[in-house]
């Protein structure tokens, strides 16, 4: 009756070999390595960077462990600290010769010594969380009624621009927090408006109240569009800080959604929290000015004369220098939108604005004023400007659409759009959270949850073995096991680990226990009934199982409980909490009872089980049985 | 070895007036002391800045108070934090100045004062997050408390759930009496230790539910107060050996976790202790006191022995 099928066996080997196999990576350690990244958007990283990369270490005489294209970067890996930094200068010097202007962020970073074919089977260490490496973490929180007013304040403009289009008369035209009042004299003109809102924004809905003798049109935004704006002013300040973060050379940042209005940064390995926040919250600004087209800037262009008074040399991202004006047409603040399109008849990539209404009457004044001539969109971050697309103006441009197009691919145009829109933040953010942890404490962490659970184990494992004998070793290697699986799963979900993690596994193994225990005493109290030692082992387990499973159950209950409303440190508790649940299940009645069958199962004629000494209340000498 | 040599049922129910007195008195202490003294929370929930500094040598905590206090700031805690070297500044929010400035105003004076100080971890906590986390944190017990009950009520029978939860709030709210009169620090990883122990001591009436429940079936001339006995009984030596194991744990915690871990752990402990008394003397009690019959439990329309039974012998 104790034996286990070749199948389950099968299983249980399995089992064990995948989750040796998954765990393994987290013994290795981490190796100095460089690696290269984008700092731009327009910049992709590819084979070709990483041959420029393999190259330049190549002639600096460094001979890196390898060098590997990963997502977005290329990382390359080294034996000691010392040819890492070697190798960094020699990486920086390739591929960014204008420290001011990189185009890749060339960083130190720590990447597994684990081998190749770990990593070919998906097989990655746990990734540690910023308590257990040391760096900076940031919640920000956008403004989403900043964005919703914004968005309702180029509304009216756009409404003023099309009512007075098509003719039609109104009393004044003012936003009302996030709605857009419209005064008309009479019920047809009212009509007549709301027939044109209707038609030419999808986006808004019109109510019509009567007041007095005059009608109030309430124009508001629709709860999809809403939701579409608060979606879209969160992923363009991500985008905006993920530029921004490109800066401070950080090799792994993160940058997440948390909720529908938070965003999460965290920067491993980043020390100095100031320069990071200035960093973060800075605002870059956007600017329209006209290209200078005299005879003295077109010298200057070509760099044979000096830059006439009153404009400045900006250069253009493929790096000709364009002579711009210094007077400033429109800013950042008039552009509302910008998005990649194509046109609908040349079939050409575009990039479409979107101005408001200030920014639209001003720019047909000047597109009437200035056909054939070209203007300049600079983009000015750091203090330093970069003049994004400066096109050649074809014909009087009104109502605030522009279209950008010419020799552009899709790519670029994506490219253009994005640097336009990443100019400026949708709507304001504010930190709501921050902290810093030294690399010291990091490294003590690790150290200390390290040691918490090792003598935490250690002092049940001496325990168990002293007092329940050869059941006590099977509960520890049992143990040992529950403690493979769950690093193994952590390492396949590559969760977080985090010093409130390593809390929940020892807690984990402390109440893992608990299944055992209940086991061995079963069996125990089978054994003190007298019941046959075979029959007794078949019992104790199968008794013991419901009783488990409705502990267990409950216990994950409480799990799901802070998995579900709990934030930050009580997630990364609950996560590992729920996962030691349910691999103490499996390794604490279905492993530990596999190791029983193998031992005890063929035995016919068992006389006696080592589970220790079986005290029984009759004759207290006489029957008790030690091993 | 075998620690437990107990002969006889030990009739735990003839006591339970006395089980409950005690842990009512303790209860209404807790109660007592969570109104008078309140929870010290941490900066999670009240929002502010905390700033950890090492120095090279012990630091002395009244000059660091008083450096700190020069800058304005009026309601400063400073204490020491794991050793004698590290020191642990809080500062309140301030309305105009950034977590930013306030952590590099404060550690630009200490470093004026001793060069060699050096800045651990700081962490700011805008105080909408902390309203949020007491939310989030309610709403986790009441979905633990529900969710349990619910469990029970199906596995066993409502009374038992109502019992288990009863028992083992009582525990939680002796915790944070326990966080209240000695004034230790509350954070976040305490509730999330809290709402473990709620999970794990519930495990355990639950185990002491599975006895009665065979013991009901097995021995059909008890009555329910010599069932339950023997219940408790029989699950003594199951419920020692399985806490002391949690609780080697959780003192590993407590010695090597050092100072991130000692409140959670120290959490942990009070719930273990109060968690093994409550839920199987007070549990019981309660369940006894609701009236628990034979009848609840083995239901009569089953047949002894069907293998198929979900509700068939578990016990310890």
């Known amino acids: 009756m104790n034996r286990y099928p070749v199948w389950k066996y099968a299983i249980l080997v399995i089992v064990l070999l995948v989750g040796a196999l998954y765990t393994l990576p987290n013994f290795f350690g981490e190796a100095p390595a460089v690696q290269v990244s984008s700092a731009k958007a327009t910049i992709k990283v590819d084979t070709a960077v990483q041959q420029r990369v393999e190259e330049a270490l190549k002639a600096a005489g460094v001979t890196p462990d390898f060098v590997a294209l990963e997502g977005n970067s290329v990382r390359a890996r080294f034996d000691t600290p010392d040819t890492q930094l070697k190798a960094k200068d020699a990486i920086q010097k390739a591929l960014v010769p204008d420290a001011n202007d990189p185009s890749y962020i060339v960083a130190l970073n720590l990447v597994s010594r684990s081998p190749l074919w770990l990593k070919a089977l998906h097989a990655n260490p746990m990734y540690l969380g910023l308590d257990l490496r040391g760096g900076v973490h940031f919640m920000l929180q956008v403004d989403m009624q900043a964005a919703l007013t914004k968005k309702a304040e180029s509304y009216a403009g756009d409404i003023r621009t099309a009512l007075r289009d098509k003719n039609i008369r109104h009393g004044g035209i003012s936003r009302d927090g996030q709605s857009i009042d419209i005064k008309v004299r009479d019920e047809a003109t009212a009509t007549a408006a709301r027939n044109l809102i209707a038609d030419q924004f999808a986006d808004l809905q019109v109510t019509t109240t009567p007041e ?75 600017e329209v000015r006209m290209v200078d087209e005299g005879t003295e800037a077109r010298s200057a262009e070509t760099g044979r004369g000096p830059v006439p008074f009153g404009s400045e040399r900006y250069l253009e991202r493929n790096g000709q220098p364009v002579i711009v004006k210094k007077q400033v047409i429109l800013t950042g603040e008039n552009l509302t939108d910008a998005q990649p399109g194509f046109d609908g008849q040349t079939q050409e990539p575009t990039v479409n604005l979107t101005l408001d209404a200030k920014g639209s009457r001003i720019f047909k004044d000047i597109t009437r004023e200035n056909v054939g001539k070209r203007m300049a969109i600079v983009l000015f971050e750091k203090g330093k400007g970069e003049v994004v697309t400066a096109p050649v103006i074809r014909s009087e441009i009104g109502g605030g659409r522009v279209q950008i197009s010419g020799r552009m691919t899709t790519a670029e145009a994506n490219d253009t759009a994005l640097l336009l829109r990443a100019g400026s933040l949708a709507a304001p953010m504010e930190i709501i959270e921050e902290y810093t942890i030294g690399p010291s404490l990091g490294a003590d962490n690790i150290e200390r949850g390290i040691h918490s659970v090792v003598w935490g184990m250690v002092a049940i494992a001496v325990f168990m073995c002293i007092y329940y004998a050869l059941f006590g070793i099977f509960s520890t290697v049992s143990l040992a096991v529950n403690v493979l699986l769950l690093l193994a799963i952590l390492s396949m979900l590559q969760a977080t680990l985090t010093l409130p993690g390593i809390a929940a596994m020892a807690l984990a193994l402390g109440v893992a226990i608990d299944s055992n225990v209940l086991i061995n005493e079963r069996i125990r109290e089978e054994l003190r009934e007298g019941v046959s030692p075979q029959a007794a082992i078949h019992a104790g387990y199968e008794r013991a199982w419901a009783t488990i499973l409705d502990s267990n159950v409950t216990t994950l209950i409480a799990g799901l409980a802070l998995l579900a409303f709990g934030s930050g440190p009580v997630r990364g508790f609950a996560v590992v909490h729920c996962i030691g649940i349910l691999t103490s299940m499996f390794s604490a009645v279905f492993f530990s009872r596999g190791l029983v069958n193998l031992w005890y199962g063929r035995k016919k004629k068992l006389k006696s089980v080592a589970i220790g000494q079986v005290w029984k209340p009759e004759s207290d000498s006489a029957v008790a049985k030690t091993n | 070895m075998e620690f437990f040599r107990i002969r006889k049922d030990i009739p735990f129910m003839k006591h339970a007036l006395v089980f409950n007195a005690i842990s009512f008195i303790t209860f209404a202490l807790a109660v007592f002391f969570l109104l008078t003294r309140g929870l010290h929370l941490s900066v999670e929930f009240t929002g502010g800045t905390v700033m950890e500094v090492a120095y090279s040598q012990p630091a002395e905590l009244a000059k660091v108070r008083d450096t700190v206090a020069a800058l304005g700031y009026p309601d400063v805690q400073v204490q020491n934090f794991g050793t004698s070297r590290d020191v642990m500044i809080r500062l309140p929010v301030q309305k ?45 017990l009441a979905m633990v408390v529900v969710g349990i009950v619910i469990y029970l009520a199906f596995r066993f029978e409502w009374k038992f759930g109502v019992a288990a939860i009863i028992a083992n709030l009582h525990d939680v709210v002796i915790i944070l009496g326990f966080f209240a009169f000695f004034q230790w620090e509350f954070s976040l990883s305490v509730l999330a230790g809290v709402l473990a122990v709620l999970g794990y001591s519930v495990n355990e009436s639950v185990v002491i539910f599975d006895r009665i429940r065979e013991a009901f079936r097995k021995y059909r001339k008890m009555t329910t107060h010599e069932v339950i006995d023997h219940a408790i009984t029989s699950t003594m030596s199951r419920t020692i050996i399985t806490h002391a194991s949690t609780e080697a744990m959780v003192l590993s915690m407590f010695f090597f976790g050092g100072p991130s871990l000692h409140y959670f752990a120290l959490a942990l402990t009070i719930g273990i202790l109060f968690g093994i008394y409550s839920s199987v003397f007070v549990a019981a009690a309660i369940a006894m006191w609701l009236g628990v019959k034979r009848e609840d439990l083995v239901k009569p329309a089953k047949k002894e022995g069907d293998p198929n039974d979900p509700h068939a012998g578990a016990a310890v």
Request: glycine share 10%; no cysteine; net charge neutral.
């Open chain 1, 212 to 286: 007095g003798t005059e009608f109030k049109l309430r124009a508001s935004i629709k709860p999809e569009a809403t939701r579409r704006v608060q979606e879209q002013a969160l992923k363009q300040n991500m985008v905006t800080l993920h530029n921004r973060i490109n800066e401070l050379g950080v090799a792994e940042p993160v940058i997440q959604q948390q909720g529908l209005d938070r965003i999460v940064v965290q920067l491993p390995g980043v020390q100095d929290t100031a320069k990071a926040k200035d960093i973060l919250g800075r605002t870059a600004t956007l």
């Open chain 2, 96 to 140: 105009g100045v950034t977590s930013a400035q306030q952590s590099e105003q404060v550690l630009g004076a200490l470093k004026a004062a001793d060069p060699a100080v050096t800045l651990r971890r700081t962490e700011f906590v805008g105080p909408q997050v902390g309203e949020e986390l007491v939310h989030g944190g309610l709403m986790a």
